[in-house]
C-alpha cells in the first residue's frame, strides 16, 4: 500500500491533523537552527508523537503529562536562556507552546490557538533572518496555516484540501492590495520599548580589531558587505583610487594584535580639540545613498572623507569620533540605508604635533628588534634626514616596491611574536593587513605617528541595477601617517607591493572549494557572473524598496505626491482618505448589486415598457408569449415585429446556452419599430 | 423571550410597576418582528444578512496587533508585510463570509402534520445563484439548544437541509424562527439571519396508547335488525372463506387467531360493516378530561383505519360521516387536531 493511498483513505479528522502538523512543522524548521537543540528534538518528537496518534487514532495524552511537559520545557528554557523573557527564550517558548498545544487538540478554541501560535511562530523567523527565501518560505507556511483554517470551517463532508487551500489563496491575493496600502503608508515609528537584543559578531565582517591572519578570511567571504548609489550624471562612481570606505581606525598594538582606541582615551583627544576629526576639505561633495548589511556594530561605512553625519532613520544618530570615523547611536542589526556626502579631497587632524601624537607612536616594548634597527638605520640616513616624514614614507615605500615583496592571499601563519621583522626580513610577503600592520610598527618605530585604518576599497558595478557594489572581499587594511603641516595622510602601503590591488580593482582569485570546481567546470565563470548579478540585482530591490521602507521614504513618496512637508499626519490622513474612499465604492456597489437584474428580464422590462408607451400597459407578470400576442390582438399588424421579436426573446429563454442570443436580441430591440403611440389621436380634444 | 425575562426579574416583580425597559423591550420586539415578515422564501440580501466577530476574531485582532508591536519593536519590515497580509487576509474573509449568505434563496417546503409528541421535521430548500459553492451554512430553529443542520450549497444549485422542533400543544403552529449561520471561511466572523417563515404546522394531538378496544358500532338507521353484538364490541371480522380477496384478510387478526390455534385466516366482514356503522364519539370515549378523550379519539381513528372499517366521528359541534381512506383520515385528525 502507497503513501498517497493511505493518506487518500484516512479519515477526515485524522488527514486535516497530519496537515496541520506538516504546516507546524514548516514553520519550525527554519528556527531549528536558532533555538537549543533539546527544544528542536523535542518539538520533533511532539509533532511525530502527534502525528502517530492521529494516524493510528489513538486517544490524545491526559493533562497531566502535559502539565508535566510544559513544566519540562519552561525549565529547559530557563535552564538555556537564563530566562524566559526576551527574544531568543521568548522564541523557544513559543515553539515548544506551538509543538505541545497540537497534543491538546480538542476543540474549536484549541485549533485557533495553534493558528495564532502559528502566526507568532512565522514572526519569530524574521527575527533571525529577512532575506527574500526566508519571505517565501513563510509565505507559503501562512499561505498552509490559513488552508488549515479554511479546511477547519467547512463541517460538510471531507472536501479536498486543495478547495480549501484555493480559498485560502484568493483571500490571501485579495488581501495583498490591503497589504501593500498598509506597508506604505503605515507610519514607521521607532521601537515602542526597548531595544533588539542579539548576539555580537554573530556574522562576518570587519571585526574592530586584527589579528594578523584573521582578514584572510574575510577575502575569501564573497557575500556584499554595502551597496551603493552615486548622485553623479549616470550613476558614475569616482575613480577607483578614491573609492575607500572608511571603518573602525586602529591605533593599540600589542605585537600581535591591532585594537581601536578605547573609550576614554577617544573622549580625552575629542576634548582636546576644536571640532572632532578636524576635517578640512576642499571642492565640491560626492553625493550618494549607501545600504549598508547588518554587522552588529555600530560603525557606519563612508566614503573618505564626510563632513556631515549620513542622515539615519528617525529614533538613530550618527557621531563622528576624533579619528574621523562615523559611528551610529546604535548597532546595525537590520538593512540600513542613509544618504551621505564626501569630499574626496580633503585634510584632518591636527597641522602641528600635539601631545595626543604620543599613542601614535606607541610600540610593545622588547618587540621586532630588526625592525626598529632598521628604523634607526632610515633615520641617520643622510638622504633622508632634510626631508621630513614624506621622505620617510617614500622610502618605506620604494623599499616595498623593489626589495622583493609580493602580494599573497596565502602567506602561511605568522608563528613569531616579531610579525612585523618577519614581514620585512623573512617572508616578504602577505596581504593588506600585513603590509599595513609592518608598514605602521616601522613608521612608528622612526617617531613618526601613523595608524592602521580598516575598511573596503573597491567593488564593482552591478549591470543589472547600476548599484555599486563591495563585498566582504573587499575588505582592506591601509593606513594613515601623520605629517607636520598636513595632519593625517592617507598612504596604503599594499599598493607599493602589488599596483593591481589598489586601483585597477583585480583580485588575486580566492581558491575555489571542491563544488565550486566542479560547477566552473560545467558553466562558463561569465555565466555564472551573470546569473550572480541578477540574484544580487533582485536581492538588492528587495533591501531597498521592502526591508528598508523607511519613514523617509514614506515621505518621499508623499512629497512625489505633492505634498509640502509631509509628516506622518499626512500618512494617517492619506490612509483615512482611502478607506473612506474604498468605504463608498463598497457602498456603490452594494446599491449596484441590489438593483442588479437577470439580463433576459431587463429586456422583457424594456419591451414592457415600450409596449406601454405604445398604449398597451401590460402586467409584470406576463410572459413573453402572453405579451406578443395581447400586442398582436390589441395593436394589430403594425406590432407584428415586436411581437416576433417577443417569441425569439422566448426561444432564447429555453436555449441550451440562454446568454449567446442575449446581445443579438439587444441590437435586434434597438432597431425594432414599434407602433406609435394610439392614445394619442383619441386623447386630443 | 418574554419568559426569560420574567424569570430574570426579582421575585416580587409582580406587586411593582413594570420594569421602564418593559416597554422599550415590547417595542424593540415589534420593531424586530416588523422587519422580519412572515415569509416562505427568503432572499437574503444586506438587510437581513447580520456580521458581528466571534471570540476567535477578537483573539485574531488580539494577535495582529501584539505582531504589530513586535514589527515596531524589533524595526522588523518582514514583520509589517506579515501582519498586514494577515489583516488583508482576514479582511477579506470578512466579505466571503457574508457573500456566503447573502445572495441565498430560502424556501420552505410545507410541513407535514405531525403528531403530538413526536419532532415535526421541516425541510429547508437553500438555492444558490452564485457562480462559486458556498461552503458550511448551518440552519437550526433559533429557540432551544439549537442543533445545527451543516450543508454546503452548490453553485447554481440547491440543497436541503432538515431541522426539527417539537411543538407544544396541537393545533396550527406557527413555524418557529429559523436561524441560519456560516463562519466561513477564517471562522473570525459569525454571520447569520433569521428566518420566520409563514407556513404552519398542523399537530395533531397525541394518540392514547396503549389504546382500548374500538367502541361497538351502532345500527345503521333502516336496518331493522337488533344489535347483532350484545356484548358491545365491534369486530368486523369473519372466517377466511374460500374467494375472498386478499386485501379483505385482516393480517393482525389472522396471525393472532393462528397463534391460538383455533382459525385459520380472518377476512373483513362487509356484511357486518354494512350492517353496522362504527362512530367514533366525544361523548362515548369514557374519559373526562377533554385532552385525554381527544388522544383516546386519536388512537381509535388510527386503529379504525389500520383495520380499513369505515368510520364517523362525532364531537362537539361538528360531525363527519363514516368513511374510510386517507382523505377521510386526514379530515378526522385534521378536526380533532383543530377542536
Known sequence: ?685 | MRSTFDQAAPPTAGTQPPAPWAGAKERWRRWWSARLPRTDTLELTQRNVYILPTAAGWMLALTLFVLLVASINFQLNLGYLLTFLLAGSAMVGVHLCHATLRGLTLRLLSPEPQFLGAAAPLQVQLNSGARTTRYGIGVAVRAGAREWAWTDVPAQGSATVQVAFRPERRGLHGVPTLMLETRYPLGTFRVWALWRPAAQVLVYPRPETPAPQLPPGEPLAGAGQAPAHGMGEYDGARAYRRGDPLRLVLWKKAARSMATGTHGLVSRDTQEARRHALWLDWNATGLAAPEARLSRLTAWVLQADRLGVAYGLRLPGRQIAPDSGAAHRCRCLEALALC
Not at chain 1, 517 to 541: C, F, I, K, Y
Not at chain 1, 542 to 560: E, F, I, M, P
Not at chain 1, 629 to 645: H, K, M, T
Not at chain 1, 664 to 681: D, F, I, K, Y
Open chain 1, 1 to 685: 500500500m502507497n503513501l498517497a493511498g493511505r493518506l487518500a483513505r484516512l479519515p477526515r479528522e485524522a488527514r486535516d491533523t497530519l496537515f496541520l502538523l506538516a504546516v507546524v512543522a514548516c514553520c519550525i524548521a527554519p528556527l531549528a537552527a536558532h533555538i537549543p537543540p533539546w527544544a528542536s528534538a523535542m518539538a520533533a518528537t511532539l509533532l511525530a508523537w502527534r502525528g502517530w496518534l492521529a494516524g493510528s487514532g489513538r486517544p490524545l495524552p491526559a493533562r497531566w503529562v502535559m502539565a508535566v511537559l510544559l513544566v519540562l520545557a519552561v525549565l529547559l528554557t530557563l535552564v538555556s536562556h537564563r530566562t524566559i523573557v526576551g527574544r531568543d527564550a521568548g522564541v523557544t517558548l513559543i515553539v515548544m507552546l506551538l509543538a505541545l498545544k497540537t497534543l491538546e487538540l480538542r476543540a474549536r478554541r484549541d485549533a485557533m490557538v495553534v493558528f495564532f501560535l502559528g502566526f507568532f511562530t512565522l514572526l519569530a523567523n524574521f527575527f533571525f533572518s529577512q532575506s527574500l527565501p526566508t519571505a517565501a518560505a513563510m509565505l507559503v507556511a501562512l499561505l498552509g496555516l490559513l488552508t488549515a483554517l479554511v479546511n477547519a470551517h467547512m463541517p460538510v463532508g471531507r472536501p479536498p484540501l486543495a478547495l480549501a487551500m484555493r480559498t485560502a489563496g484568493r483571500m490571501a491575493l485579495l488581501g495583498a492590495p490591503i497589504m501593500v496600502l498598509l506597508f506604505v503608508l503605515f507610519p514607521r515609528m521607532a521601537p515602542l520599548w526597548g531595544m533588539p537584543a542579539d548576539k555580537p559578531g554573530a556574522r562576518s565582517g570587519l571585526s574592530g580589531q586584527m589579528r594578523i591572519g584573521s582578514m584572510a578570511s574575510l577575502v575569501l567571504d564573497d557575500s556584499v558587505a554595502l551597496r551603493v548609489r552615486f548622485d553623479t550624471p549616470g550613476g558614475e562612481p569616482p575613480p577607483p583610487g578614491l573609492l575607500y570606505f572608511r571603518g573602525p581606525v586602529l591605533t593599540a598594538f600589542d605585537g600581535r594584535d591591532w585594537f581601536a582606541l578605547s573609550q576614554p582615551e577617544a573622549q580625552a583627544i575629542a576634548w582636546a580639540r576644536p571640532s572632532p576629526a578636524q576635517l578640512r576639505v576642499q571642492g565640491p561633495p560626492l553625493r550618494y545613498e549607501l545600504t549598508l548589511e547588518p554587522h552588529q556594530r555600530p560603525w557606519l561605512l563612508t566614503l573618505d572623507a564626510a563632513k556631515a553625519a549620513p542622515a539615519l532613520p528617525p529614533g538613530q544618530w550618527a557621531q563622528m569620533s576624533p579619528e574621523l570615523q562615523w559611528n551610529a547611536s546604535r548597532p546595525v542589526t537590520g538593512v540600513l540605508r542613509y544618504r551621505a556626502e564626501s569630499h574626496l579631497r580633503f585634510t584632518h587632524g591636527p597641522l602641528r604635533r600635539t601631545p595626543e601624537m604620543r599613542i601614535y607612536v606607541q610600540l610593545p616594548a622588547g618587540l621586532n628588534p630588526r625592525t626598529l634597527a632598521l628604523a634607526r638605520q632610515m633615520q641617520a640616513d643622510r638622504q633622508l634626514a632634510g626631508g621630513g616624514a614624506q621622505a620617510l614614507v617614500d622610502a618605506a615605500l620604494q623599499r616595498l616596491r623593489s626589495g622583493g615583496y609580493h602580494y599573497t592571499l596565502d602567506p602561511g601563519v605568522y608563528e613569531g611574536e616579531h610579525t612585523a621583522d618577519e614581514f620585512w626580513f623573512d617572508r616578504k610577503e602577505g596581504f593588506c593587513e600585513h603590509i599595513a600592520s609592518a608598514f605602521v610598527v616601522l613608521m612608528r618605530a622612526m617617531d613618526v605617528p601613523a595608524r592602521i585604518v580598516t575598511g573596503y576599497q573597491g567593488g564593482e558595478l552591478n549591470a543589472i541595477d547600476g548599484y555599486w557594489t563591495v563585498r566582504q572581499s573587499d575588505a582592506h587594511a591601509w593606513t594613515e601617517v601623520w605629517m607636520e603641516g598636513r595632519g593625517w595622510v592617507r598612504v596604503d602601503p599594499t599598493g607599493a607591493v602589488s599596483p593591481g590591488r589598489i586601483g585597477q580593482l583585480q583580485r588575486l582569485q580566492a581558491p575555489r572549494g571542491v563544488f565550486g570546481t566542479a560547477v566552473g567546470a560545467v558553466v562558463s565563470p561569465m555565466l555564472l557572473q551573470d546569473l550572480r548579478a541578477v540574484w544580487e540585482a533582485v536581492n538588492n530591490g528587495w533591501n531597498q524598496w521592502v526591508l528598508n521602507y523607511t519613514q523617509g521614504r514614506q515621505l518621499d513618496l508623499l512629497r512625489a505626491l505633492g505634498l509640502q512637508s509631509p509628516g506622518w499626519q499626512d500618512l494617517v490622513r492619506l490612509m483615512g482618505l482611502l478607506v473612506c474612499a474604498a468605504a463608498v465604492i463598497g457602498l456603490g456597489w452594494a446599491l449596484w448589486e441590489r438593483r442588479r437584474q437577470d439580463p433576459w428580464q431587463r429586456l422583457l422590462q424594456q419591451a414592457r415598457q415600450r409596449l406601454a408607451r405604445a398604449g398597451l400597459p401590460l402586467p409584470p407578470h406576463l410572459p413573453p408569449r402572453s405579451m406578443a400576442a395581447q400586442a398582436r390582438a390589441r395593436l394589430g399588424p403594425s406590432a407584428e415585429d415586436a411581437a416576433q421579436w417577443l417569441l425569439r426573446l422566448e426561444q432564447a429563454r429555453y436555449a441550451p446556452r440562454p446568454a449567446a442570443a442575449l446581445p443579438r436580441l439587444r441590437r435586434e430591440l434597438a432597431r425594432l419599430r414599434w407602433p406609435a403611440a394610439q392614445s394619442r389621436g383619441t386623447d386630443t380634444p
